[in-house]
């Protein structure tokens, strides 16, 4: 694969919106909600006027005789009635449709959006085999339908012998369905806006999964950097990269320093989206390593190869600062991207080696497996350079994020009304960020017997929060700044849900566009 191939691969299907079943269609995908009571039918979703009534009727008594519910997720297939030219029919339990739920109606909408999206997500991977299909799921909502069914339908499977042939050919099948026509009663002006959003902000999502299921073999610090760079120019970006004598003669030690015992040498790379003249600055740190053993401080053998996944970050605000140029946003935004392989060698730093982070202070590092906060460090300095009015950065930082809020629950930290801001929008796009603290207590855990700070705690309290700690140290005060660890939500080890796979899921670009926008339009 060469560096072209995360800009250049389809990674996702086609939309267009229709106002009737085209000829193409092989399959229609209608909604089935489930009644609030018992006793009470299930409902068709299928928009006004896009299926006449026989065929409506016809569906009903189908999908009754199979005993379908409407159960959120549950897949029910009929053959098609007379008056529909499709083969098939496929209908998607979509749950009760409750605009009475609590939390007020921003939280309602919100989580009827999601539970949308799961839905959308769970029908896009039954309906392989289905090359073109219609859908009236479109009639709820345009958005979070097209991004479920985008992520739903993501494929990577570049390294299977015959559809990663196809793929290097130009020929990428390796998304099914290729296309959706989202049926609506008009074509709208708001209609196409909506869509054409809705598409950049998963497909932004599917370059940041892209990254993150790439393999080490072929995803290190010089090639990452050249795979963002080609992205970055592809959408107008300026791009800087710095490779690792410039890092080394620029004092850059705590990248220098995790990457040392690797013989695929680090690199820092910047992006920039210019924004609006005037308009509110936004830097992105993310942490890009492309493959963690532990370093000296080895990890154990099993389920190291998930460690593929340790530049989650790094993915993230690469192709959400690629969003924000996509999406004209007025903000101007910055992503800063330090990136390295921790491997163990003769080369390698050690426990109780003393190395100096950009900017000058001094760092005992007690354990080489708590190398990201290092490489965040340097590139959190060299971000606030540009005194940005907000800081976000994200990383698959601590195991601690996982044994305090599960695998899907990402934990925001950081200046409290910022990170407040970070989780509220979070759990608005469905990413569910949650807000933690950062106990003044913990600070002296890091005090070092040698140097001005040591990278980890004695203890394994409140590990995601003494992380937290150790990057606090390196922001001003007043400075707004959110963290973002994501050592769970980035990569799905167990098995596909909603419009997740497994591997990467691109958690949390929806929750920095989200942001970014916000920011772009509220200050």
């Known amino acids: 694969m060469s560096n072209s191939d995360t800009a250049d691969r389809v990674r996702g299907p086609e939309f267009d919106l229709a106002t009737s079943i085209a000829r193409a269609d092989s399959a229609l995908l209608?909604?089935?909600?489930?009644?609030?009571?018992d006793g009470d039918a299930p409902v068709l979703i299928i928009g006004d006027g896009l299926v006449d009534d026989a065929a409506a009727e016809a569906l009903e008594t189908g999908l009754t005789a199979l005993g379908a519910t409407g159960k959120h997720g549950e897949i029910t297939r009929v053959p098609a009635p007379a008056g529909l030219d499709v083969d098939v029919v496929v209908a998607v339990g979509l749950g009760v449709l409750d605009d009475d739920a609590e939390g007020g109606e921003t939280d309602a909408a919100?989580?009827?959006?999601?539970?949308?999206?799961?839905?959308?997500?769970?029908?896009?991977?039954?309906?392989?085999?289905?090359?073109?299909?219609?859908?009236t799921l479109s009639a709820l909502a345009i958005e979070p339908v097209v991004e479920g069914l985008f992520l739903g339908a993501y494929r990577f499977e570049l390294f299977r012998s015959d559809d990663g042939a196809k793929a290097k050919k130009g020929a990428d099948k390796t998304v099914v369905p290729a296309k959706f026509h989202l049926l609506v009663t008009a074509k709208s002006t708001e209609a196409k806006k909506e869509l054409a959003r809705a598409v950049t902000i998963a497909d932004s999502v599917a370059i940041a999964?892209?990254?993150?299921?790439?393999?080490?073999?072929?995803?290190?610090?010089?090639?990452?950097?050249?795979?963002?760079?080609?992205?970055?120019?592809?959408?107008?970006?300026?791009?800087?990269?710095?490779?690792?004598?410039?890092?080394?003669?620029?004092?850059?030690?705590?990248?220098?320093?995790?990457?040392?015992?690797?013989?695929?040498?680090?690199?820092?790379?910047?992006?920039?989206?210019?924004?609006?003249?005037?308009?509110?600055?936004?830097?992105?740190v993310g942490k890009g390593i492309t493959f963690d053993t532990g370093g000296i401080s080895i990890k154990p053998a099993a389920n190291m190869d998930h460690m593929t996944s340790d530049m989650g970050g790094a993915a993230a605000v690469i192709a959400s600062v690629i969003a924000a140029a996509r999406l004209g946003t007025d903000a101007a935004v910055t992503a800063t991207v330090p990136m390295a392989e921790n491997m163990p060698s003769s080369t390698a730093q050690r426990p109780g080696d003393v190395l100096t982070q950009y900017g000058g202070k001094t760092i005992e590092v007690l354990n080489t497996d708590a190398e990201g906060r290092l490489i965040l460090a340097d590139a959190i300095v060299r971000a606030l350079e540009d005194d940005p009015d907000y800081l976000i950065d994200t990383a698959t930082l601590t195991g601690a994020q996982m044994v305090a809020l599960g695998t899907r629950t990402p934990g925001v930290m950081g200046s409290r009304d910022f990170r407040d801001r970070v989780a509220e929008l979070s759990r608005r796009v469905g990413e569910n960020g949650w807000a933690m603290p950062i106990p003044a207590e913990l600070r002296a855990d890091l005090t070092s017997r040698v140097a001005d700070m040591a990278n980890v705690t004695t203890h394994r309290f409140g590990g995601m929060l003494a992380a937290a700690t150790y990057l606090k140290e390196f922001v001003p005060a007043g400075q707004a700044w959110a963290h973002i660890d994501i050592a769970g939500p980035a990569f799905n080890s167990g098995g596909t849900w909603g419009y997740n796979p497994k591997g990467g899921t691109g958690v949390p670009v929806r929750t920095l566009i989200a942001v970014i926008e916000d920011i772009a339009e509220n200050g």
């Open 209 to 284: 999964r892209d990254f993150v299921n790439t393999p080490p073999s072929h995803l290190y610090p010089e090639e990452f950097a050249k795979r963002a760079a080609a992205l970055g120019k592809k959408y107008g970006l300026t791009v800087e990269i710095l490779d690792d004598a410039k890092l080394e003669r620029a004092g850059y030690g705590g990248i220098i320093g995790v990457g040392k015992g690797s013989s695929r040498k680090p690199r820092l790379v910047r992006l920039t989206h210019g924004g609006k003249k005037g308009g509110k600055s936004v830097a992105l």
């Open 30 to 37: 209608i909604g089935l909600a489930q009644p609030a009571d």
């Open 110 to 135: 919100s989580a009827a959006a999601e539970s949308l999206r799961q839905a959308a997500g769970i029908a896009a991977r039954e309906l392989s085999g289905h090359a073109t299909v219609a859908t």
